[in-house]
Structures are given as C-alpha cells and as structure tokens.
C-alpha cells in the first residue's frame, strides 16, 4: 500500500511540466540568497552602522510600500504585452543586482537604495511568476504546480538562515563576507530563468489593450473579487511571522537559537505545500481553505496560551502547516476565477490588497502587543479567522 502511494505521487511530480520545476528552482535559489541577507540584516544595521531601531523599521516599512506600488503594475502590463518572462527576469535580476551593495554598503544611505531596489525587483516579479505559473500548468494540475512552486519556495526560507548563522560561526561573525556569498544563488536564479524557461505562446492573438481600464476590470468575476476579499481578511488574520520571533523570544530562547524558530516554521510549510497543493486538484477549496483557517485558529490558541518554548515550537509548526495548506490554493484560486489574459492583472491587483492587509495586521498586531500583551494579539488573531470562516459559510460562491 505503502509502495502503491509513493508510485502515485511519483507519477504526480512526472506530469508537472518542466517550466513550473525551473521556477520553483529559481524561487528556492533567490529566497537562498534573500534569507541569508535578511535574517542577519537588522543585526547589520544596528550593529556595524549604527542605526536605531526606528531606523530599522522605518527601513523595512519603506521597502515594503515600495514593493506594494510596483505590484500593482507588473501584472497587467505582463497582460498587455502578452509575455510574462521578460517582466519575470527583470525582477529577479534587480533582485540580483541588490544583493552586491548589501555587501558594500558604507552607510545607511547605500543599504536604503539596496533595499528598495531588491523589493522593487520582487514587485516587479511576483505577479508575472505567477501567472507563467498558470499559464504553464494543465488546469488539472494547477493546484499540485503552485503547491510545488512554493513548497521549492519555502525551502530556499529555511536554508537560507541556516546557511547564514553557520558562516557567520565560521567567519567569526563576517556580516559583509556572508552576504558576497549571498550573490551567488542570486545570479543562479536569474541564469536559470533565462536560460531554463521557455515562456508558451500567448494563447490568444487579441489586440493590445489597457487591462486596468474599466472595460478589461469588468471582465474579473465576482468570484475573483470575493477570493481577493477572502484573501484579505485572512491576511488580517496572519500578521507577521515577526511576532512569532518575538513569541519565542518571551519564552527564554537564547537569541542565537531563536532564528530556528523560523527554520521550523518553513520547514513544515515547505513539506506541506506540495502535497496540500496536489489535494487542492480534487477537493473543494473552500473546505481546504476551511482546514487551513482552523489550522491557523489552533496555532493562534497555541501561541496564547503560553510562552514556553516547547509550546511555542508547536504552535510554529501548527503556523507553518496552515501555510502549507493555504498559499498555493489561494493562488489557485485566483487563476481558477481570472480569464487567462487578465491573469497577471489578477495576481497584481490580489498581491497588492493582500500586501496592504498584512501591512495592517502587522500594525495591529504591534499596537495589541505593546497595549495588551501577546497573548491577546494572537487571540485576536483567531477571531480574524472565525470572521473569514463566517464569510465562507455566508457566501459559498467557491468551489
């Protein structure tokens, strides 16, 4: 029986087309690249350059708007020009390009420019992945392609601190040496991409249009917009994976260990992404979608509960397979519900809301935490959930 389901799931991987197996790599390299620089950036900053913390975060907040503005555009210019890979390589080369002046940066003032010159690349990219992602995937296996894509994501988030907290052991603590050695797996993705990926024909020769005037917006459904919704407010739901660092850090875990705590996040994402994505292909997504949202309510309860770090350990782990379960199929869902020459479009316009719902939850979640204490954020958390699984049941419009 065992043999049977290995064999089966084997056969799964076989039919996923190669295009969707160079974008998951190339994803896994750049979040290589990107985790080793940004696990031990706020270090960098306040430790060799001297910035305060208010420096840090406005820093961080900065490159995030950025990154919003530019999401919003990626998309549906990748729908009117027809051609997504193009779009896709310049993102991943401006993130590439980044990478160096982390490296080299002498102050403040240079770190600011690599910062928002790598979130603009990622900007840039994410939409037009994306949809590439759905362009190439049969409609069958779409759920099992992003389900892969993110899983091979995923692994590049816990690699990277991995690989960084050992050189910076090795190197006794060489912040600018790890991050030259941050460029490499960056350039790799790009070369990949451009030499790995053969981008489809269009599938339709209609003529160009704007994809963001009204008459091309009225073409997005309903149901589009209620998966956008949903998506939102279950982006209130799941604020920053910060708090589950400071979470830990409550509990007593030395501050050399804690960065683990997101490698065992990542981790159960990355083994739960694929095969969730490949259930998605045969089970309704809203009942998965309504796993997921349990699963999260039992990781915010977890978390709430106590601080102590073997509790914290499983309410991570719980936080990662939530994620698991529901970033792909999200995804899914959004170029299931988007006519194929609006698709990037459709992912720019979800990215940039979802982008400013994390945003706001994230600043919630801070206010909660300093006014009230974490045990109440991660309840109000859960309550974020309850709100999303009552839209759900109210409005079943998915399949």
């Known amino acids: 029986m065992g043999s049977t389901n290995t064999e089966a799931r084997s056969s799964a991987l076989r039919q996923i087309p190669v295009g969707i197996w160079i974008l998951g790599f190339v994803s896994m390299l750049m979040d290589i690249s990107s985790e080793m ?57 401006l993130g590439a390009l980044s990478k160096p002046l982390f490296a ?3 102050a403040i003032g240079t770190l600011v420019s690599a910062r928002i010159l790598d979130r603009v690349g990622k900007g840039i990219r994410g939409a037009p992945r994306d949809a590439l992602v759905a362009d190439i995937a ?49 350039f790799a993705a790009v070369g990949l991409l451009i030499f790995g990926l053969h981008e489809p024909a269009p599938s339709q020769s209609t003529p160009r249009a704007n994809p963001i005037r009204r008459e091309s917006l009225r073409q997005l459904s309903k149901s589009y917009w209620w998966v956008v919704a949903v998506g939102a407010v279950f982006t209130l739901a799941r604020f920053s994976e910060a708090f589950l660092v400071l979470r830990a850090l409550q509990g007593g875990i030395p501050v050399a260990f804690v960065p683990l705590v997101m490698v065992v996040m990542s981790l159960v994402y990355s083994l739960s992404a694929y095969p969730f994505g490949k259930l998605s292909d045969r089970m309704s997504h809203r009942k998965l979608l309504a796993i997921g949202l349990l699963v999260l309510i039992a990781a915010d309860l977890v978390l709430a509960i106590d601080d102590h770090w073997a509790v914290v350990l499983v309410g991570v782990s719980l936080w990662g397979l939530h994620m698991g379960i529901t970033q792909g199929l999200l995804a899914t869902m959004v170029a299931d519900t988007a006519p194929s020459n609006l698709r990037g479009t459709a992912f720019g316009f ?42 759900l049941i109210w409005k079943p419009v998915l399949q």
């Open 104 to 106: 080299v940066a002498p």
């Open 350 to 391: 979800f990215n940039l809301i979802c982008g400013i719902a994390m945003l706001l939850a994230s600043v919630i979640a801070g206010l909660l935490w300093d006014g009230l204490g974490a045990s109440v954020t991660f309840y109000v958390g859960a309550a974020f959930c309850v709100i999303t699984l009552m839209g």
């Open 37 to 93: 620089i940004h696990s031990l950036l706020p270090m960098f900053m306040v430790t060799t350059l001297g910035a305060s913390a208010f420096a840090v975060g406005l820093i961080e907040g900065l490159a995030e708007s950025t990154a919003l503005i530019v999401k919003i555009f990626s998309g549906p210019l990748s729908d009117y020009l027809g051609r997504r890979k193009g779009l896709a390589v310049l993102g991943y080369g």
């Open 138 to 186: 049969p409609s069958h296996l779409r759920g099992a392609a992003f389900g892969l894509r993110q899983s091979l994501d995923t692994v590049g988030a816990f690699l990277g601190p991995l690989l960084a907290v050992g050189l910076m052991l090795l190197w006794a603590n060489d912040f600018r040496a790890v991050f030259w050695v941050a460029t490499i797996p960056a």
